[in-house]
């Protein structure tokens, strides 16, 4: 009996934008294709949540100047 082939081809590589995190950990099974794919999808991820943290920042920031604004506003009005 022939030994089973348990590398999936090349068309056959999983898609690990799927994967949870803890998946993307790259171990002795992986061949380079996979451990590249999962460096690839953390990296991806590590940007994005990045960017999503920056946007976030930016947004309090924006709401923190409006409220000031709003204050001065008020504050201008109930002087004169």
Known sequence: MASQHT???P???RD???AEDHELV???KDD???ATA???E???REVARKAAEA???RKVEEARVEVQRRKEVRGERTVR
């Open 38 to 40: 999962k460096f690839v």
């Open 55 to 57: 946007e976030q920042q």
């Open 26 to 28: 790259t171990d002795s």
């Open 42 to 44: 953390r990296e991806r």
């Open 7 to 9: 590398t999936p081809a």
């Open 16 to 18: 690990w934008k799927e």
């Open 32 to 34: 380079e294709a996979d």
């Open 11 to 13: 068309a056959e590589q």
